[in-house]
């Protein structure tokens, strides 16, 4: 359906392209609001599923890492990430996109393209909030949050999104499991190991200690609204509406709801067994599961393909969680490090399982598995590593965890002098 | 005074306010509560199990004079009460002195109005 | 200003047809997410109008109704409800279109329409379960939340959308008032009256007593995301966003919003009228019931039409609240039998009253009217005699009520072992 | 992009500018949902500011005002803000349009301009409500809320959007700053100075007393909608999606983003500053202080403009909110004064100075300047003036404030005879 | 010691606390409440009237020694009052020990630091 | 009877019930409190600073014979302790009479069963 220019009647085809770019516009921007929108999903799971005496703080973390995104990410992340490629394709020019400004358009506006880019970016931020909630100095959280949306999302999406190495080598990332939920978790992660576990998480014999969260309607509300947004993040990644892209934006929003649906279920089914009772918290969880796995892949596999790998995600995500609580006594109290670190790495490769084109199920043979394995490794090495660094230096330096009373009588009254419930 | 305290259920409380205005216990006041007793239904949160024996009651506490202690007692008991384990209890205890703030009144006269009863 | 094409330009011409389609399509698939987005609307209304030690269960349930419903009807409930007719329009072909999977389209995309169905057949599942709340097995939920989305709601629809017999008599129901809202509510009702009310609803003396909703703050908020996420509903039901659809979506959408409008006012000032004081719970429901009651007209009736349609239909809600609750002593928690069921058949029946090309108002005569009643009947008789059926048969075998100690602390705990606050 | 007609294909080129308008009007569509849905976000916001003793009576007004809002606009607010200007441009006549009923399209379909028309002045009205809350009773509110959206802002919106005197000045106010949310603001203040402050707001040595909101993650997530929300009033502003619009809506989009992340980053290294700790509260006013400073001149500035438009708003709101709160005395519980008035009338003078066309900054002098501060100065007096002859009346006659024990025990009680949370 | 019960309006409790600072009273518990009294406001919900009594309170506790009582009830009986209906009452009653957990102190001790009077 | 009343951390209620659970203690009452203290953490609000020594406290309450009241309390004071400013507190009183609503057991045999200890 791709539109074929005659030279007949120039001026007709201009417009017919143009309506072609102002749809695809169209279409982008309202995806942009959409993933916009996620914010205050993650802001709601990350308040519903802790303690209500941190529930100011985790408001505000939400709130000023996507206010620091913006700006930072328009001044100069957006640089790095799609500037042209420097060393190789490690990293983007910082300075050719700095403090962007451009009326120009291709398959649509370039301010089209900034804002979209800048709410993947965001979600990336948010992320960790999420992996090291109510024991966060805020003005750690706040440099951290600087640091990721200026320069370890934007490198390591430069890698692929921008046309980096990985992107040469052919990984496949269509909506960012990796790039942008993978690389969140994995410096989530660093920040959970370094600052150890909330008081009170794990008794004197080791023993892991349940610390439900405060308000399981806000958590689900969230996760109803991540759905939501979800339906812009994926069908929106497309970047088009127009000929082909009028089928496949059908067929994403499709693959992605299968497999959010398979993957709530499955995780319930998975608990019910487990623990006797379907469970909503890792229901909730599960759901989130599918809907993080299935972002690689979303163009690329068939629905059957989808309700697979949902399934595989529900599947894993209640014994991740009893893997880095339990075992590893990383203390992730929204889950975090599973749900957007170990899905989106199981998505990636599974990509490489389910593609159409050239998965091993497929006839593809182990090829794209290994590669995709190397984005998926070389990502959560840089994500791990930097944010490693990072939270090393912030603790010698700035401090990274409050003090034992702030975090027993709450973030909110110490860190903010507010408390969000009166 | 006496000053009774009772942690009932909370599908109760209506019932039981009834029953205490019918023998002439007016004012009431109570606030959510949770028990620790011996039920067993396990929680689990994120694959960990806790807590396994908190139950939602509700404490209602009234101050009286001796007089009404009884009859309250009796129209608590009746109308708090299903049979079944969990239905909480009745504790009474000495109130030394009273005083309702509107008025200043004192004493006995700080739970009843002259005139009134 | 549909396109008529021209020999002469083949090629420009099919780049213009390719837009056409892709801006529908790129509709259809934004109405599809608002629809989708109703959903935590219809969990936060419930939530919102029932005690607080249910609230994790009822969360639970509308996740799960939404994730079963997904993977149901794309795997047979699509082709149930529109594959080839059967029988005369009774059923459609459950194999045509088993596991859709079709890259092709027609005014759209192909896998658009599976969405936009899927989300419709969501919701009349959601609905049954606010009438039911509070007090049914979690399992036998499970199950009848299948059965509805499988079999009940895909057959009654293939009667009118599908192309079945309800459609072929003339039977206008444009979004859903009688297809997707009263099917849901008839089939509660078969369940409430099954299940019986709530322990503590009524008094020894048969009086119905109050039960307050824990937290009209969530209600509130339900009810405008229901609000919001209507605009994908009956808009969206145009199909259709180019040619006359242009005005058509713009005018459909007025009359929505007026007729939500009219219902919340009108409850409010009957409410004030008989209980002295205009009150919340009722006026959320009207601002319901007039948007249920314009979904099977919004695009029949002028505006003055819908906006008296939303009086009607807000002037009988708190009636028919009362007749359910206080004298058939139906116990249906968020009103749902009257929201979706009694405005629901009103709604579908004014269509015969306002439409303004054959309504009894406009000199269409009783034709219309008659043909109405016979597809809000019949269709109600289905859904209610369907859903008897089932619960019968759930009661003898799975169990459809929780036990008396269940129901007192609370299914939260009892049947998923967690609290929604703590 | 504007497509040129050519005579040799007219069929295409009608099939052609037929998608261009359907394009504009899915585009306004789709931007007046996400406006409605800013109702919601006000109604949170409010209701999280307050206590939850009034809590129902907040969200009844707020579905009240948007429900009497659309009715009323309708059936004559329309009219009188877009019928053909009398009086020299002072008010649109009332009877054109009155109960407007039009097939007809020009950009796009009149019905969808009705829509977004509506959704606008049903912001200005909810505006009031926060100004006002926890003291004012309902009668009262419902009718001046009635006289908002009947008289107060069609007229001075028919100043400028509706072709009137200031429109042929010069002035400047895209999406309406001035026109939408001062309005609101300035008639908000008006009620709040004759109400007086809620008891116990001001101990007997006068000094002010916080009174902390219930819900901040209500809040919250109100002023996340409203962000949201957003995306639709400002670059839905642009009126029109496809040629050089296309580039103009995602550059609006951008501009919004920037001012409210600048807004809420500055607002809370203000309070940082000031109170030692990073509030929560006023950070999120923060936010809403950048949008609603951002939206006269949106469409104007540069992204850096933009930058500094948000930090300026979110400098001046906490400073404003003590003024009005702690030195005028005037009792505004959600800071919407200072919020939608104060940063209302900042943003429409910094077109003024920022516009990239006719700014002081970029060569254009004092003229623009002079003409904003006309703008914003005439408004502000016909609201205020108006607001404050309406209240005073409403006060002589229906009452304005509910009584001493009303606002002690709750308007919920004794207003709506029902409690939000039980 | 004894210990102090007070049901009184939200909208006093700021005044009551600081009246209670100034007589000595520095340690106070308090908690939200409902009470029921003889108000007759009737609140409907889905058109059935009920709970025609309920009303918002807040319960404070304190236990002080002998010496601080009767300062204690004066500041109380005077800043919790506004004259209207509802201004709520004042219990006291005997405290037979107490402790201080962080140190173990025993008796009156647990409820005073010495050389900090 | 003894009634015990005893001011918490929040995070300390855990190893406390346990603790009491250790020495028989099996049903306690417990609710959300909050505490004014001697702290001094600043809230702001809008602009205004109120409300300088709130403190979120857990306040439990159980009802025991005699003989189960020193072992309590020795548990309680360790398990509750931190040994910071801010630990709470424990204070004994009298219990006059009490009641199981479920058997209408009166006196000491409302808080134990009989041939269950
Ligand atoms: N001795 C006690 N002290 C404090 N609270 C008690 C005591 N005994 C019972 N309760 C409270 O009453 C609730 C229900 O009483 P329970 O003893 O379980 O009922 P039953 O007497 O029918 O076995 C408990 O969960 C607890 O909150
Ligand atoms: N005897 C009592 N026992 C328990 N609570 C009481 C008692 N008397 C009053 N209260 C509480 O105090 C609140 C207000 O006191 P009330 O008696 O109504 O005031 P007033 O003394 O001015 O008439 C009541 O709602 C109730 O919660
Ligand atoms: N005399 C008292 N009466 C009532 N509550 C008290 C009293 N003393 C302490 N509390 C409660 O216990 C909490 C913590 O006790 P606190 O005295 O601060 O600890 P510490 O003894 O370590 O100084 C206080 O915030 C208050 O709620």
Not at chain 1, 110 to 116: E, I, K, N, S
Not at chain 1, 162 to 168: F, K, R
Not at chain 1, 213 to 227: K, Q, R, S
Not at chain 1, 241 to 247: H, K, P
Request: aromatic share 12%.
């Amino acid at each position: 359906m791709e539109e074929t220019i005659t030279t007949t009647a120039p001026a007709i085809a201009e417009a017919a392209i143009g309506l072609d770019i102002s749809i695809n516009n169209l279409w982008l921007l309202l995806a942009t609001f959409l993933v916009m929108f996620m914010q205050p999903g993650f802001a709601l799971v990350e308040a519903g599923f802790t303690r209500q005496k941190n529930t100011a703080n985790i408001l505000m973390k939400n709130l000023m890492d996507f206010a620091f995104g913006a700006l930072i990410y328009w001044l100069i992340g957006y640089s790095i990430m799609y500037g042209t490629s420097l060393l190789g394709g490690l990293i983007g020019n910082p300075f050719e996109k700095f403090a962007f400004d451009s009326s120009g358009f291709g398959d649509y506006a370039d301010y089209t393209d900034l804002m979209f880019q800048t709410v993947f970016a965001a979600t990336a931020a948010t992320i960790v909030s999420g992996a090291m909630a109510e024991r966060t100095k805020f003005s750690a959280y706040l440099i951290f949050s600087v640091v990721i949306t200026l320069i370890i999302y934007p490198i390591s999406g430069h890698w692929k999104w921008g046309g980096g190495w990985l992107d040469q080598l052919g990984f496949q990332d269509f909506a960012g499991s990796t790039i942008v939920h993978s690389v969140g978790a994995w410096v989530g992660l660093a920040g959970a190991l370094i600052l150890g576990p909330r008081i009170g998480k794990y008794g004197k014999d080791g023993k892991a200690k349940a610390i439900p969260g405060h308000n399981l309607t806000l958590g689900a509300l969230g996760v109803f609204i991540l759905w939501f947004g979800w339906f812009g993040f994926n069908p929106g990644s497309q970047l088009a509406a127009t000929g082909n892209n009028t089928i496949a934006i059908g067929k994403i929003a499709l693959t992605t709801n299968l497999a959010a649906a398979a993957g709530a279920i499955t995780a319930m089914l998975i608990t019910w067994a487990r623990y006797k009772r379907p469970t909503l918290s890792l229901s909730l969880n599960g759901a989130l599961a599918g809907l993080v796995a299935i972002t690689a892949g979303c163009d690329a596999v068939s629905p059957g393909g989808a309700v697979l790998i949902g399934i595989i995600a529900g599947a894993i995500l209640p014994f991740s969680v009893e893997l880095f609580d339990q075992y590893f006594k990383v203390d992730d109290p929204v889950g975090a490090i599973s749900v957007h670190g170990v899905s989106g790495a199981l998505g990636t490769l599974l990509v490489g399982v389910f593609s159409l084109t050239d998965g091993l199920f497929y006839g593809g043979g182990f090829k794209l598995l290994g590669i995709q394995a190397v984005g998926v490794l070389s990502v959560g090495i840089w994500a791990f590593g930097m944010g490693y660094i990072l939270f090393k230096v912030l603790k010698a330096t700035n401090g990274l965890r409050v003090e034992r009373i702030i975090e027993e009588e709450g973030l909110d009254v110490y860190e903010h002098g507010e408390n969000a419930y009166n | 005074m006496k000053k009774v305290e009772a942690i009932i259920r909370k599908t109760k409380f209506e019932e039981v306010k009834e029953a205490l205005h019918e023998v002439g216990i007016e004012f009431i006041t109570f606030w959510d509560v949770r028990g620790v007793g011996k039920a067993t239904q396990a929680r689990i949160y994120r694959g960990i199990k806790y807590d396994t024996s908190t139950i939602e009651r509700v404490m209602l506490t009234f101050i009286c004079r001796e007089k009404y202690l009884d009859p309250a007692i009796q129209a608590l008991l009746k109308s708090a009460k299903t049979g079944a384990v969990g239905d909480g209890k009745i504790f009474i205890s000495e109130i030394l002195d009273g005083y309702r703030i509107r008025t200043g009144d004192q004493g006995d006269k700080s739970v009843y109005l002259e005139g009134e009863e």
